[in-house]
């Protein structure tokens, strides 16, 4: 994917250099100041000249990138003296910034004949006023005074104070008694499960909650009675089981007791059980003769148990409770094991959250590593490519491109040679693309247009975004050139992501040809910009007499 997106972007990387000499029409970007106070006005200009017949189209907006617009001015028409067919266009803008910083006025689109040709960006510093303390008169600082007063403002203070903090208290001290549970009543004491169980359908009758309609509260009543009269009399955990698994264990308790229930007596209770089950979890709703059926199964339901259970003798009893203890173990130790799950997956999504907001940093500098670090604490290279030879100092071996397997024969036939390497890819962490040529015409190569029509190639291969700054540069051996740097976003082809990117391009002309080297890294990388600045240090160009 990487070499694919290489040979695309040197594909018109190089036809744009090779072509870029073409006539076409310019626009001159100018301000009057570079730098103003915080919500001054300062003018854009932009100029061009064309045709008498040719249609143009200046931007308007309200802003300007981050700059405010104040205003537009009417375009100002100069007829060329040299050239009476064509005019010269002058297009002014009023522009300010209320906050202090530097700005950049981005570049524009200017259509002429409905092509669009784009503006130089420009920077300009907005600075904060400054008082001038040598001509305003400044004074020392006062001693504070104590002014007198008989006023008893003070006291009312106080007494606010106290008052809002005993009602503070007092709030505080009723939610705490509201939330204290009442005190549960004396359980009341019943010689047998069964005279208990009796006792409760009494009261749960006295409760009249059919006639208040709360039949589901009434059926939940209903099932715990004869659960728990099951529980103590048979001794199996009844509370906490399903309907299937009561019954399945009944009938387990019935044959090893020898207790004599038929098989009406458990679907009695089965049926009372599943229509609990459907008012509790499904919403059905019995109607009044249902209801009371369902009670009397209940109560004749113990009945038949109580009589059916025989007298137990003392090691009977002792089995029973051991077994029946034995079950609460073993259903506490299934508790405690779901605790521990739970517990455990816990510590494991918190400390997945915090390696993931925290530590995967850590863990990539110190364990898998940082790309540009590995980089800029390798081993370099320094080396001679092209011709005339670029000496260069860069992380790894640029690797060699054949620019005839990815030009076509148009492109290479205005070049009389041409050489590429590079590293990396556009996106990723670290990228350099240098590259040579020559060409069979004597040329006179306009840099600041070689280093737009590169912008603009970046633009067609996704780059949005774009700000550019141009400025000289030259070579320790005194060669100049065209620095053009500034920021670009870039879809990153694997996250699918947009980052943000730094790029620099360092242009030069010799002996007719040029010579080029592009550098771009992701922003917010700590060692980028040192790769940057020591790539760019180690550049040689041998100078062409």
Avoid: C
């Avoid at 070499?3 to 073409?22: D, G, N």
């Avoid at 960006?121 to 400044?138: G, H, N, R, W």
């Avoid at 590995?374 to 290279?381: H, I, K, S």
């Amino acid at each position: 994917m990487k070499h694919t997106k290489i040979k695309h972007y040197t594909l018109l990387l190089l036809l744009v250099a090779a072509t870029a000499f073409a006539q076409q029409p310019k626009v001159a970007t100018s301000i009057d100041s570079t730098q103003i106070k915080i919500g001054s006005q300062f003018n854009l200009t932009l100029k061009t000249t064309v045709d008498t017949t040719a249609q143009v189209n200046f931007p308007e907006g309200k802003n300007f990138g981050l700059l405010e617009v104040l205003e537009s001015y009417p375009v100002d028409t100069v007829r060329n003296e040299e050239n009476n067919a064509q005019y010269e266009l002058v297009k002014k803008y009023g522009l300010t910034q209320f906050d202090s910083g530097r700005y950049i006025i981005p570049r524009l689109s200017v259509f002429i004949n409905n092509k669009n040709i784009r503006t130089d960006s420009l920077a300009i510093e907005v600075t904060p006023v400054v008082v001038d303390t040598l001509k305003q008169k400044m004074y020392d600082i006062k001693d504070v005074a104590t002014a007198e007063s008989n006023s008893l403002l003070w006291l009312w203070i106080v007494l606010g104070i106290l008052l809002a903090a005993g009602i503070g208290f007092g709030v505080w001290w009723y939610l705490k008694k509201r939330k204290q549970p009442a005190p549960e009543p004396e359980e009341e004491f019943h010689a047998s499960p069964i005279e208990k169980a009796t006792t409760q359908l009494q009261v749960l009758e006295n409760k009249a909650l059919l006639d208040k309609g709360e039949v589901k509260n009434y059926y939940s009543e209903l099932t715990d009675i004869a659960r728990t009269y099951i529980e103590e009399a048979i001794h199996i955990p009844a509370m906490e089981s399903t309907t299937s698994e009561l019954i399945n264990a009944m009938r387990t308790a019935v044959r090893r007791k020898n207790m004599k229930l038929s098989q009406e007596t458990f679907e009695q209770l089965e049926r009372v059980l599943r229509n609990a089950d459907l008012v509790k979890f499904a919403k059905m709703r019995p109607v009044a003769h249902e209801i009371a059926d369902d009670r009397s199964r209940i109560e004749k339901t113990i009945v038949v148990i109580d009589q059916s259970i025989p007298e137990e003798k003392e090691e009977d009893e002792e089995h029973t409770l051991a077994w029946l203890n034995a079950q609460r173990k073993k259903e506490k130790r299934e508790r405690r094991k779901r605790n521990l799950i739970i517990s455990i997956a816990t510590v494991v999504v918190v400390a997945g959250a915090l390696f993931y907001f925290l530590g995967r940093n850590i863990m990539r500098e110190y364990v898998t590593g940082i790309p540009t670090k590995e980089l800029l604490d390798g081993e370099w290279v320094k080396s001679n490519y092209g011709s005339p030879p670029i000496t260069i100092e860069t992380p790894e071996v640029l690797k060699r491109q054949d620019p005839e397997k990815i030009l076509p024969k148009e492109a290479m036939a205005v070049l009389k040679d041409m050489q590429l390497f590079s590293y990396g890819a556009m996106a990723d962490d670290f990228y350099v693309v240098l590259s040579t040529m020559h060409y069979k015409e004597k040329k006179d190569i306009p840099l600041e247009q070689v280093a737009d029509a590169t912008l603009k190639t970046m633009e067609a291969q996704g780059a949005t975004n774009v700000l550019v700054k141009t400025e000289s540069f030259s070579t320790p051996n005194g060669i100049n050139g065209l620095r053009a740097y500034g920021n670009l976003s870039m879809l990153n082809l694997v996250t699918k992501k947009s980052v943000r990117m730094y790029y620099e391009l360092l242009l030069f002309k010799q002996d007719n040809g040029l010579q080029q080297v592009n550098i771009m890294y992701r922003e917010g990388d700590e060692y980028a910009p040192q790769l940057l600045d020591r790539v760019k240090n180690s550049i040689e160009l041998t100078k062409i007499n």
